[in-house]
């Protein structure tokens, strides 16, 4: 199925696995999950193509929504261009690129295995998580299994999920964070219609779910442009740059607040032109660790 993007529009799959980290390449098709089905997309004249492992049509807006092919473009480029002459150059390089509105579910275990790991590792991890408790999917010969609900870590076990050997206690914060999902103590989509730092002092109420974590699940699937995410990598460029020091942790507070003031309402988006420039300069080691 052929859907329209306003453009500028192109996939790349470095891009698409800085921010949800299951995407794949096979004979020119991005394989991955949208709304627990088996998707395949590539770039088209105009758009994407997406096939699925279910009909089509049942998936066309989820698909639509998660690149936010509707979202029109000129007026964040226009509002970085604005900033200073190494943004007007990154949206030059990178402008055809977009965020992903994933899961906010998937988003938030994702980025509680994100911390001190690479790119490669975190999608061990997710796919480990994944082939345990998620249903098998398959198309073209290609096996995925869709990410398990907060239903299915809350069935495991806080126990089983140690057993995993996920590293920095992850099996029992995701355990806790699925068990508070599934009592509707918290409910990830409601933050989306709360301002930003309402949302993201929600999440970051939750023991072991600090600044970087709650930014990329504001910015990568709550629609929180204003989000500043902030890893080594982002830090670097920052300093470089900038001259802006990042410090891990609670310290960083000040370099979030200047980042969301000097870039403005576009600043987490800013933050992912910087991220992936650096990815696309030779670092194909980027973590995603705060």
């Keep these: 199925m052929f859907l329209k993007a306003i453009q500028p529009f192109t996939l790349e799959l470095n891009w698409l696995r800085s921010q949800a980290f299951r995407w794949h390449e096979h004979n020119g098709w991005f394989y991955g999950a949208i709304n627990g089905h088996l998707v395949k997309v590539r770039n088209i004249q105009g758009g994407l193509e997406f096939l699925s492992n279910v009909p089509e049509e049942s998936l066309e807006n989820h698909v639509r929504n998660y690149f936010r092919l509707e979202q029109e473009m000129d007026s964040v480029h226009a509002s970085l261009r604005r900033v200073d002459s190494t943004m007007s ?126 930014d990329c699940v504001c910015l990568f699937s709550l629609d929180k442009a ?39 309402d576009h600043a987490g988006y800013a933050g992912q032109l910087l991220f992936y420039d650096n990815l696309s300069q030779g670092g194909q080691t980027a973590s995603r660790t705060g």
Excluded at 116 to 121: A, D, G, P
Excluded at 151 to 180: D, I, P, T
Excluded at 238 to 258: C, I, M, Q, S
């Design 226 to 264: 204003e989000a500043f995410p902030v890893d080594r990598h982002i830090g670097g460029a920052l300093l470089e740059l900038y001259g802006r020091k990042y410090t891990p942790g609670a310290k960083n507070v000040g370099l979030l607040r200047w980042a969301r003031s000097y870039f403005g």
């Design 89 to 214: 150059r990154l949206v030059d390089k990178y402008g055809a690129l977009r965020l992903l509105r994933q899961d906010p579910w998937e988003c938030l275990a994702s980025y509680i295995c994100s911390q001190n790991n690479s790119i490669h590792r975190i999608a061990e991890i997710t796919g480990l998580l994944a082939e345990r408790y998620g249903a098998p999917m398959v198309m073209d010969g290609i096996h995925l299994n869709s990410f398990p609900q907060p239903q299915g870590f809350v069935e495991a076990g806080e126990a089983e999920l140690n057993k995993l050997h996920l590293g920095l206690n992850r099996g029992s914060r995701l355990y806790e964070l699925a068990w508070a999902v599934v009592s509707g103590e918290l409910n990830l989509d409601s933050l989306r219609i709360l301002p930003y730092v309402e949302a993201k002092n929600r999440l970051i109420s939750y023991q072991g779910l600090g600044q970087k974590i709650a």
